[in-house]
């Protein structure tokens, strides 16, 4: 739908009855893999430009699902190699749009699982639990590991987010895995919304 950097040029979004879109945003480090995510979630293999490059995505991205769901491409952190004046706007960028959101229901929180979680990491978790948003998170690239480090990998995440009862689940767009299960916490997670998982898998296969 459009790009923007800070709050006064977030898209108004709304369905046919005057209610402000549902959001689902999408946030992570650079190279964790968003997405490829949102184009595997969607079955559309160009909607979001996929980059080799970490830190490519640098604005805020809008897109709708036909007109019932709005998703939003968030710029990935903790790349050292970008510019240091863009690193510097990324944090209070992303912060501004979680505080002044409302229609900002859900967050997918993407993790790679090969990773164990630091400082800015946990900084994220933070911002999310005090603007009292929803969170997923979902732990990304499970194909690079075998079972048992995606068991023990699992556990140390969890440990390091200290976070209690953070919903998770495992996701791999190269090998299909996780899509499904995404959808179903997605739908659980807005079902007072009214949304409902058959028009949730009806509507990923024809994004806009």
């Known amino acids: 739908i459009t790009s923007a950097t800070k709050a006064s040029a977030y898209p108004v979004m709304k369905l046919p009855s005057g209610e402000l879109m549902t959001e689902i945003a999408v946030a ?16 559309s293999r160009d909607l979001v430009k996929t980059s080799s490059v970490p830190g490519k995505t640098q604005l ?7 007109g019932a769901l709005s998703f939003v491409d968030l710029p990935g952190y903790g790349y050292a190699k970008v510019p240091m004046e863009v690193r510097k706007k990324w944090g209070p960028m992303i912060q501004e749009y979680l505080e002044k959101r409302s229609q900002l229901k859900l967050i997918f929180l993407l993790f790679d699982i090969r990773r164990i979680p630091n400082d800015e990491d946990r900084e994220l978790i933070e911002w999310i639990v005090a603007a009292e948003k929803s969170v ?3 732990l990304t690239k499970v194909d690079k590991v075998t079972r048992n480090e995606k068991a023990a990998n699992t556990a140390k995440i969890l440990r390091a987010f200290n976070c209690e009862n953070l919903h998770y689940t495992h996701y ?11 959808i179903s916490m997605l739908v659980d997670a807005l079902a007072d919304g009214g949304v ?5 898998e009806e509507e990923t296969n024809e994004p806009n």
């Open 28 to 43: 992570g480090r650079s190279n964790v893999g968003k997405s490829s995510l949102l184009n595997h979630l969607f079955q």
């Open 60 to 66: 805020i991205n809008f897109f709708t699902l036909d």
């Open 136 to 138: 997923i998170l979902v």
């Open 172 to 182: 791999s767009s190269t090998k299909n895995v996780g899509r499904k299960e995404l």
């Open 196 to 200: 409902e998982e058959e028009t949730i």
